[in-house]
């Protein structure tokens, strides 16, 4: 159980395009999801906090208009990068959290495969 | 300040040895979670261990084990008789509070070669 998706798993893209990443928890409903940027060799860097109907809740430093995020169900939500440059390059991961009706394990953040983003 | 603190950068056993990954947390609160992940070259984090801040007992998942101590507040993580296919970095992370789904304040990695 708690399995969550991402798609695409890799992508490559030129510079000046938008670029959109889909974060899917497969067997349970998740009130929250999160997504993190991971550069090499390095740990993960939290960029917001999504909930579903509500506006994603952005990290310092983050800019919320060029990664957008959208949580339209319980079990989507979505990040676009827009006008995509080099120093987007990176490797995207979404996790989801078990809503509070679930019991036990409600904070245990599930992770997807990761989106490896590639802009030249 | 570090709130996960991951000294252990890059560290390489032979298979079968025993391998202790260190973690050393900061936190106020008095309700928190512990968890580790593991992440293998092909990306993925996988969930390993969830441990809450009013449970010390020891945990045991067979060549795992976890060693939690509120006192040093430190999370150990031990993989006996390691594997080849343990090699990956080992995340441990940090959840400061129970319904709210606030961050995870993750340590920087500890990356666990188990060569042959």
Redesign the interface.
Known sequence: G?VVSQHPSRVICKSGTSVKIECRSLDFQA??M?WYRQFP????M?MA?SNEGSKATY?QGVEKDKFLINHASLTLSTLTVTSAHPEDSS?Y?C?A?LG?LAGA??????????T?LTVL | AQKVTQAQTEISVVEKEDVTLDCVYETRDTTY?L?W?KQPP??????LI?RNSFDEQNEISGRYSWNFQKSTSSFNFTITASQVVDSAVY?CAL?E???N?N??Y????T?LNVKP
Do not use: C, H, M
């Open positions: 708690a009130t929250t999160f060799k390095k740990s993960l939290l906090t990290e490797f991961i996790s959290a509070p394990n409600t904070d245990t953040q599930y992770f997807g495969p990761g490896r | 979670y968890f992940y092909s990306g993925e984090l996988v969930f969830r995340f959840s509070a129970l319904w789904f961050k995870f993750f340590g920087s990695g990356k």
